[in-house]
């Protein structure tokens, strides 16, 4: 049976813009807004055209694409208290954004209006219904946002009534329920939805903050008590605490619940997304977010993994691939023979008796004694077994590096790095500036690759981690490091390092990082 149908709206460029850290240039907002339209989201806000010059042009250049799928919309609030709609220059801002939709943001909760707005509460009820019937009657599809309406309900229920009613009769094609400080439950969400008098009203959606952890239980309340839209934003970025998280909505949605959005054939692209977004904003994504995260799915070494290896539905609620995820087995010092010979399989038929799993136990044991940690750099992981499998190809053989830092008193300091190697069967030099030695190492490696490997310049180096690993040595200690890179594709791996020495750690794990992308992903691809 068909599941219900329900919208899902994306506000990850207006609403999403308002977090903490969260910057996209205009080109970011386009590639996001197809990025959205190919996952079949239903609305994509694109922002607000009268904030600023930036959102202005997003208009004007969205307005040369197609979309399959999505409807765009431009966001903005009623018209000004005293004022007529058809000159007022929020509804002219909207109209001159020229999407097929619009956002209008209005009262509801009296407290504001009286000390917000500083109007009545009838004037407010006017402002509301002139601009949607303007936008109407230019052929919008208008989508109306009540602001603050769980408070506003909670004080007076009755106006905050009267409020739909004049949003239905305007003519608005969905009326948003907002809890725009994001203080309300699910079960006074679920109670305020059923008291509605829903005959006599457009359709309800629902638009939810986090800031009680609870926007996407509430948003899952508002669709069982019958709303047919959400909106949300990617990664469940938003105003402080942020939005609901669409990347966990939207799976729970369809998985937990049997609705049936458009995106939900697209499911499976989710995880990429999820990380295309975070790589636009340059945000590390969290791992442990729910189903999209490199955690979601993942299991410690040992008796999990023996029981996964007999049946995955016995430790994992769904699936990894339904949302383009997938399953990792963690290593640690408690990695027995099952884990190693699961680790295997990408490479062929392994039993726990097989020579090369012995092998590669001991030498894991020998790793971890010296510091190395493989639960958080798989890819370094991946290259000892692909040693001791035969199927590596190196990318460098180092001759020497060579790096000077120097810092006079009225300068910043800065680090000088040279770089020889023996690669793509010739003798390279590399040579570069920086302020530290490792992003100076970094940049001499890639002067001397380029040339010769173009896909060096799709990876960046997204994190780098230190721990010091024994330090009752003091400047002895040994150190590990951590880098975590990703590519073009937003595909992420992590690599490790241990020295004495912080540099020569940090080159480890910057040669595991090469050599990892180009074992795995370039010859592959041959
Ligand atoms: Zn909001």
């Not at 909760?109 to 949607?132: F, P």
């Amino acid at each position: 049976m068909a599941g219900k149908q329900i919208q899902v709206f994306d506000t990850t460029l207006r609403d999403g813009m308002q977090g903490l850290e969260i910057n996209f240039s205009l080109e970011d907002k386009l590639q996001i807004a197809t990025a959205l339209d190919d996952m079949k989201i239903d609305y994509i806000e694109g922002g607000f055209p009268l904030s600023n010059e930036k959102e202005a042009a997003f208009f004007r250049e969205v307005r040369k694409m197609t979309f399959s799928h999505s409807m765009v919309c431009a966001f903005g609030s009623t018209r000004r208290a005293g004022a007529s709609a058809e000159r007022d220059p929020h509804i002219t801002a909207l109209l001159e954004s020229e999407t097929p939709g619009v956002v209008v943001v209005g009262k509801t909760w009296r407290a504001h209006v009286e000390k917000v707005l500083g109007t009545d509460d009838e004037e407010n009820l006017r402002m509301i219904a002139d601009s949607i019937e303007v936008l109407k009657k230019a052929g919008r599809h208008v989508i109306f946002d009540l602001e603050h309406f769980f408070d506003g309900y909670l004080d007076n229920p009755e106006y905050a009534i009267r409020v739909l009613q004049a949003g239905t009769d305007a003519g608005a094609d969905t009326l948003v329920l907002c809890d725009t400080n994001g203080g309300t439950l699910p079960s006074v969400v679920s109670r305020i939805y059923t008291e509605l008098p829903v005959a006599s009203l457009a359709p309800l959606g629902g638009h939810f903050h986090n800031d009680c952890g609870t926007a996407v239980a509430n948003s899952l309340a508002a669709l069982e008590a019958g709303a047919i839209q959400i909106q949300g934003t990617i990664n469940g970025w938003g105003e402080r605490c942020g939005n609901a998280n669409l990347c966990g909505f939207i799976p729970n949605a369809v998985l937990k619940l049997g609705y049936q959005p458009a995106c939900a054939d697209r499911l499976s692209h989710l995880t990429s997304l999820s990380r295309f977004v975070a790589e636009k904003a340059n945000i590390i994504p969290d791992k442990r977010q729910p189903y999209v995260g490199t955690a979601a799915f993942s299991h410690k070494a040992g008796q999990h993994a023996d029981v996964l290896a007999k049946a995955d539905y016995l430790m994992e609620h769904v699936d990894s691939s339904l949302v383009g995820n997938e399953r990792h087995i963690l290593l640690s010092e408690l990695a027995g023979k099952s884990t190693v010979v699961e680790k295997l399989a990408k490479y062929g038929k392994f039993s726990k008796n097989d020579e090369v799993v012995g092998k590669l136990i001991g030498l894991l044991k020998e790793k971890e004694r010296d510091g190395y940690e493989y639960e958080a750099a798989e890819a370094s992981f991946d290259l000892l077994v692909r040693r001791a499998l035969d199927r590596y190809e190196p990318i460098l053989q180092i001759r020497n590096y060579h790096l000077e830092s120097y810092k006079a008193y009225d300068t910043p300091s800065k680090t000088v790095g040279r770089i020889f190697m023996q690669a793509h069967n010739k003798d390279l030099m590399g040579a570069a500036v920086g302020v530290g030695p490792v992003e100076t190492l970094d940049a001499a490696v890639r002067d001397a690759l380029e040339p010769h490997y173009p896909f060096i310049g799709r990876i960046s180096l997204t994190d780098y981690r230190v721990r010091v690993l024994n330090p009752e040595r003091a400047s002895a200690a040994r150190v590990r490091v951590f880098v975590t890179s990703t590519d073009h594709q937003g595909r992420t791996w992590d690599t490790v390092g241990v020295n004495e020495n912080i540099v020569e750690a940090s080159w480890e794990a910057l040669v595991d990082s090469l050599e990892y992308y180009y074992n795995e992903f370039v010859l592959g691809e041959k």
